[in-house]
């Protein structure tokens, strides 16, 4: 879905279009808080994993990299990503719809 954002953000669909601005922005809050629960998930379980990698290694460093490695780190760099992402997508979309606001009002 965030996909097809992207798309129109892109096109310069939302230009014309601030209602469906308002309604992209709405799924991308849903996806947002989605995504934060998975994000918890793993985090949740990192201590554990952590210490458990700090064993076999010689530096936090070191078992940061190993971390990162695993499913849970991988899956974490790329939640962490998307989540920055849909703020930059969200940020974008809100100024489009605060623009088209003014635009509203200016017109009355």
């Excluded at 849903?30 to 918890?40: A, D, F, H, P, T």
Aim: with cysteine; hydrophobic share 40%.
């Amino acid at each position: 879905m965030n996909e097809d954002i992207i798309k129109k953000l892109k096109e310069g669909h939302y230009t014309s279009n601030p209602v469906g601005a308002l309604e992209d922005l709405a799924i991308l809050a849903g996806n947002y808080g989605w995504v934060c629960g998975q994000l918890e998930m793993i985090l949740q379980r990192k201590p554990a994993i952590w210490n458990t990698l700090r064993k076999d290694v010689k530096s936090d460093t070191a078992c940061e990299r190993a971390w990162e490695q695993t499913s849970d780190g991988l899956d974490e760099g790329g939640l962490r990503l998307r989540l920055k992402a849909m703020d930059k997508m969200s940020s974008a979309l809100k100024s489009l719809i605060r623009i088209a606001e003014g635009e509203a009002h200016n017109q009355f």
